[in-house]
């Protein structure tokens, strides 16, 4: 080895053997990297979009590890956006889900961003650019995202506000002295389930408990909850078979005859129209939202003043950011122009200039209220 000049010796004479870098495969990637700096670390105090946000590199280093461009990349607690964020830049499908409308439009912002300056890119790259390199970095699968609320998450993020709009929906008294119950109606106790999940057996083996300890009470109770297990059913069949004293009754608010109208969500509407001034080359094209009402926030302001009805002089008060794409195919919605307030206490514009497409193409404008609920409005160039 020495003879091939494969040993280097240390100043006490110690020989090493010599390895170059093409004769390695390397060694395995460890779990502990200190490489990557924090966020919220000291020196960058103040720089972080979100509480627990993490590093892109450390998202980058996962997905590049784990996935290849094209692969769908799924986040079930989204936060700001950064693993979306990431799978984005990378070329990679992407699914991301919170229970937090602060996280929904801290994401979408982020996103939009992203976005655009993806398609920006795209728009003024020459042929040559688009051949690929080694070094270029994976095509967007998409230039386009929408939000979609399902679950009735409204009601999951906060138990005090949904217990009060139920008691209102059901004519309940409530009850703030009772660690247990939360109200009654009539000569009923009612006890109403936290609506992130349905009723069970083990619920009813809560309230059975809580009877055991209240020897004396000889009300009916009414259960309330969005859903109920078939076994729960079973269980209070059974239970009321045996004749209690504390007959136990069932409302499900999602079927429920008497209590319909409780899940109900009216869509958000907006109202625009387009003017086209001048002709040929130059030729702009003007967008003008004349009004939007999203009554998902009117109802919760509602709530809020009690008695009076919430009033909104200004529509842009309600609305997040306006997207546009100019020649919408139906299809991906690809951003043209983007108003995103930089500011919370900043609103979008309302009126648009942008150059005129051909005759005939539909323009497709995007509206995203402060609840993350959007509303896709097409109008004919």
């Known amino acids: 080895m020495d003879s091939k000049g494969l040993l280097v010796y240390t100043s006490s004479g110690m020989p090493y053997q010599k390895r170059y870098l093409d004769e390695s495969k390397g060694v395995p990637l460890q779990d502990w990297w200190d490489d990557i700096q924090m966020v919220?670390?000291?020196?960058?105090?103040?720089?972080?979009?979100?509480?627990?946000?993490?590093?892109e590199a450390l998202l980058k280093r996962i997905l590049l590890?784990?996935?290849?461009?094209?692969?769908?990349?799924?986040?079930?607690?989204?936060?700001?956006?950064?693993?979306?964020?990431?799978?984005?830049?990378?070329?990679?499908?992407?699914?991301?889900?919170?229970?937090?409308?602060?996280?929904?439009?801290?994401t979408a912002k982020r996103l939009q961003g992203v976005v655009r300056e993806q398609a920006a890119a795209l728009a003024s790259a020459?042929?040559?650019?688009?051949?690929?390199?080694?070094?270029?970095?994976?095509?967007?699968c998409q230039l386009s995202f929408s939000t979609w609320r399902v679950n009735d998450y409204d009601l999951h993020i906060q138990h005090n506000e949904a217990v009060e709009l139920a008691c209102q929906h059901l004519c309940i008294t409530r009850t703030?002295?009772?660690?247990?119950?939360?109200?009654?109606?009539?000569?009923?106790?009612?006890?109403?389930?936290?609506?992130n999940h349905p009723l069970t057996p083990l619920d009813l083996e809560a309230l059975r408990t809580e009877l055991k300890n209240r020897p004396e009470e000889e009300r009916d109770i009414l259960i309330v909850s969005l859903g109920q297990e078939h076994k729960a059913r079973e269980w209070v069949a059974q239970y009321n078979h045996n004749r209690p004293v504390n007959k136990i009754h069932l409302t499900e608010?999602?079927?429920?005859?008497?209590?319909?109208?409780?899940?109900?969500?009216?869509?958000?509407?907006?109202?625009?129209?387009?003017?086209?001034?001048?002709?040929?080359?130059?030729?702009?094209?003007?967008?003008?939202?004349?009004?939007v009402v999203s009554p998902s926030i009117i109802a919760r302001l509602d709530l809020q003043e009690g008695i009076f009805r919430a009033s909104i002089p200004d529509w842009r008060a309600v609305v997040d950011c306006v997207l546009?794409?100019?020649?919408?195919?139906?299809?991906?919605?690809?951003?043209?122009?983007?108003?995103?307030?930089?500011?919370?206490?900043?609103l979008v514009a309302g009126r648009y200039e942008l150059p005129a497409p051909p005759s005939g193409a539909t323009v497709a404008v995007k509206v995203i209220d402060m609840l993350g609920e959007e509303c896709v409005v097409r109008l004919h160039a």
């Open 324 to 346: 546009i794409d100019a020649q919408h195919d139906g299809d991906i919605f690809n951003v043209t122009l983007a108003d995103v307030p930089a500011r919370k206490q900043d």
């Open 65 to 106: 590890g784990a996935t290849n461009p094209g692969d769908l990349v799924l986040d079930c607690f989204i936060g700001s956006g950064t693993t979306a964020a990431v799978a984005q830049k990378l070329g990679r499908r992407w699914i991301g889900c919170d229970i937090n409308k602060g996280a929904i439009q801290t």
């Open 126 to 140: 020459t042929q040559g650019e688009l051949v690929a390199r080694e070094d270029a970095p994976p095509a967007p």
């Open 253 to 291: 608010l999602r079927t429920d005859r008497k209590a319909g109208g409780f899940i109900k969500h009216e869509p958000m509407s907006v109202q625009a129209h387009l003017e086209r001034d001048g002709q040929g080359a130059d030729a702009r094209l003007v967008v003008q939202i004349d009004d």
């Open 176 to 195: 703030r002295t009772d660690p247990f119950f939360d109200g009654t109606q009539g000569s009923k106790l009612v006890k109403i389930i936290p609506l």
């Open 40 to 55: 919220r670390g000291i020196q960058r105090r103040g720089e972080s979009h979100y509480p627990t946000e993490k590093p």
